[in-house]
């Protein structure tokens, strides 16, 4: 093994360690260890198992971010010159990007998972685990930031998303395509982010709930006087096209309370592209919400300005500095 990169490798469940039993699959593989035994691996890396942890994506949280975040940071600090990540693809693109987010190191972070279990004799998990230590190994990929790795495309995390249910393909980037693939087991990289950024947030901090309202036809906003009360910090509204309310929802008061009390930041629910600034001037459009003080979350979807937020006001960010912030990250140039 000498002269090989040491790659630490970071289990978190998923379909990816998930076997059938009674006829339902849940996690229970310690993928790890058997990354280590993977056909091809031992010429590729030294594999360094991190502590392995079973849970379904769904029942991730913050907390799981932040120890996976501080896990990397001690794997690179002895000497790992990537790290590995498998978790459940359902929560893929928030982790990987809070992960972006979070560790400010050029040494490659890649995110993988599978969508088909162990059990399944198509299972793509040892492929994508293979990938992904290639990845995390190889030159090119240094410098690039979080990066999600299935299906042989090479994704940055701040661009991915989920885009379908059940198909190997499911992930996208619909800004950009992946920033590059394997081939012939060669790490293609055929561009690369303008920027990076970082948040610095202590490991330690309590984490601050973040509330996602997501617009749907008629929607009479009854659920925002009640977000405050319900113990939220933070609010994202995933509104219509390019940044648009309902009629109700955007009532004058209710937004103007809430944002008296809290960070509101407005996103998309289109999948792509960014939020307007200066086109429509309705009530409930871009403009009439931005001139009240909700705050443009650029080309960011609402689970990812969700992190976003989360993160800031966790590192006791004010509005001015989460502002600023969206500003800078949001258009993802």
């Known amino acids: 093994m000498s002269g090989l990169p040491r790659i630490?490798?970071?289990?978190?469940?998923g379909t990816i360690a998930s076997v059938v039993k009674a006829g339902v699959a849940s996690p229970s593989l310690d993928i790890g260890a058997m990354a280590r035994e993977?056909?091809?691996?031992?010429?590729i890396a030294e594999v360094i198992p991190q502590k392995s942890r079973q849970l379904?994506?769904?029942h991730m949280t913050v907390r799981d971010l932040l120890d996976i975040a501080a896990a990397a940071?001690?794997?690179?600090?002895?000497?790992?010159?990537?790290?590995?990540?498998?978790?459940?693809?359902?929560?893929?693109?928030?982790?990987?990007f809070g992960l972006d987010l979070l560790i400010d190191a050029d040494d490659p972070v890649v995110v993988t998972g599978a969508m088909r279990n162990a059990s399944l004799p198509s299972a793509d998990g040892p492929a994508n685990?293979?990938?992904?230590?290639?990845?995390?190994?190889?030159?090119?990929?240094?410098?690039?930031?979080?990066?999600?790795?299935?299906?042989?495309?090479?994704?940055?995390a701040r661009f991915v998303r989920k885009s379908h249910t059940a198909s190997t393909g499911t992930f996208r980037s619909a800004a950009t395509g992946p920033l590059g693939w394997l081939a012939e087991n060669d790490v293609r990289i055929v561009m690369r982010p303008a920027r990076r950024f970082h948040v610095a947030v202590p490991d330690a901090a309590p984490v601050a709930p973040v509330c996602l309202l997501k617009m749907s036809l008629g929607d009479d906003g009854r659920l925002l006087p009640h977000v405050a009360a319900a113990g939220y910090a933070g609010l994202v509204l995933e509104g219509f096209g390019g940044g648009h309310l309902t009629h109700d929802a955007a009532a004058p008061g209710v937004l103007e309370t809430l944002i008296g009390k809290m960070p509101v930041v407005l996103a998309s629910r289109a999948?792509?592209?960014e939020v307007l600034r200066s086109t429509y001037g309705f009530a409930g459009s871009e403009t009439d919400l931005i001139g009240r003080g909700v705050i443009y979350a650029g080309a960011l979807d609402g689970p990812k300005a969700r992190i976003l937020l989360t993160l800031l006001l966790m590192r006791g960010a004010g509005r001015d500095e989460v502002?600023?912030?969206?500003?800078?990250?949001?258009?993802?140039?």
């Open 8 to 13: 630490a490798f970071i289990p978190y469940g």
């Open 73 to 96: 940071r001690a794997a690179i600090a002895g000497g790992c010159r990537g790290i590995v990540v498998s978790q459940g693809t359902d929560t893929i693109e928030e982790i990987a």
């Open 129 to 156: 685990v293979i990938a992904a230590i290639r990845v995390a190994a190889s030159q090119p990929a240094r410098g690039l930031g979080a990066l999600v790795v299935l299906n042989d495309e090479i994704h940055a």
């Open 56 to 58: 379904a994506s769904p």
């Open 323 to 333: 502002r600023r912030t969206f500003a800078e990250i949001g258009p993802l140039s």
């Open 38 to 43: 993977l056909p091809g691996v031992r010429e």
């Open 271 to 273: 999948g792509s592209g």
